[in-house]
């Protein structure tokens, strides 16, 4: 299985690098970095490049960065042997993921495949790219599946060697609640244990870039790692930056919100205290235009190509 998997997955990348034809790669931007060695201004690949390629897989990665992403955004989960794996939901997602067989997930049987309850190598036959996807009708169709973090990393650094693109910045999302403690994930600390032993992270140096809606997992890294860059994820419309960081404890290198919130005065809040903010997940040619206006430092977005249409 694992061989014919690794055959598919070579398969794919070729069908990515036929689409960056070399007009494509020319224009692809190079990562501006200032002097602290962290980009000028973030352009990522949501999830990889969710709009054009199956989302959290190694093609969805190489595709982001062929388009001019400087960062590649992806979420993570522990699998019950302890395995960090790459994906977005705590258990499988039927619109876009089939059973090995090919077979739809029945939708009221998802939940039956939580990762944290699965050893990773009943996980990895899962099928995702094979199945339609309406919500993105310029996604290609392709056979992968739910790679490691570990091999993710791999992969995308030797894609990037291999076709001289510049190094990438990695926005590792930390998927997480309280409330699923224990079934979905374990507690914070054991967590992050896990996820740093993925030996690949700590030669990222600065291109690694940690973020979460939960602020539990941010606050055990800040207090082992107080040089990591940790963003704090926010679709809050009820408490605001102020009330954020006070419960936070700290001053995290970014605060991201929900695009719909970011307004000036938020914008000015976050650069009086040194904290960049990159809104999610912007889609559209003109918001892009307008929040560039309105001096964030980043945008996320599912078509990283679009972002050349906004001129950034």
């Not at 967590?191 to 032993?197: C, E, I, V």
């Not at 970014?254 to 719909?260: G, L």
């Amino acid at each position: 299985m694992k061989k014919k998997i690794n055959i598919s997955l070579i398969g794919s990348a070729m069908a990515v690098a036929a689409i960056c034809t070399f007009n494509a790669c020319k224009t692809a931007k190079t990562t501006t970095t200032a002097k602290n060695g962290y980009p000028s201004f973030y352009t990522v690949g949501h999830r990889g490049t969710r709009g054009l390629m199956p989302e959290n897989t190694i093609p969805a990665m190489y595709r982001g960065l062929t388009e001019g992403a400087n960062t590649i955004e992806f979420d993570v989960h522990i699998t019950k042997d302890g395995q960090v794996m790459v994906y977005h939901d705590a258990s499988f997602t039927p619109s876009y993921t089939t059973m090995p067989d090919g077979k739809d997930i029945p939708a009221e049987k998802h939940t039956d495949y939580v990762f944290y309850q699965m050893n990773y190598a009943d996980i990895r036959p899962f099928i995702i790219g094979e199945k339609p996807y309406p919500a993105y009708p310029e996604q290609q169709r392709m056979r992968s599946y739910a790679p490691l973090l570990s091999e993710m990393i791999d992969s995308v650094e030797a894609y990037t060697k291999a076709h001289h693109l510049p190094a990438p910045y990695y926005l590792l999302e930390i998927k997480s609640s309280e409330k699923t403690d224990g079934k979905e994930q374990p507690a914070p600390e054991e967590y992050m244990d896990k996820l740093m032993a993925v030996k690949q992270l700590q030669p990222l140096g600065k291109r690694l870039l940690v973020q979460s809606f939960d602020m539990r997992p941010l606050q055990v890294l800040h207090r082992r790692y107080p040089d990591m860059a940790l963003g704090f994820l926010t679709d809050d419309k009820k408490n605001g930056f102020d009330q954020h960081l006070a419960q936070l404890g700290f001053t995290p290198f970014f605060y991201n919100p929900n695009y719909k919130l970011v307004t000036p005065e938020l914008v000015s809040k976050c650069h009086a205290k040194h904290i960049k903010i990159v809104p999610w997940t912007v889609d559209d040619v003109n918001e892009m235009k307008k929040l560039k206006a309105l001096d964030v430092d980043g945008i996320i977005t599912d078509y990283p190509n679009r972002l050349r249409e906004a001129g950034l």
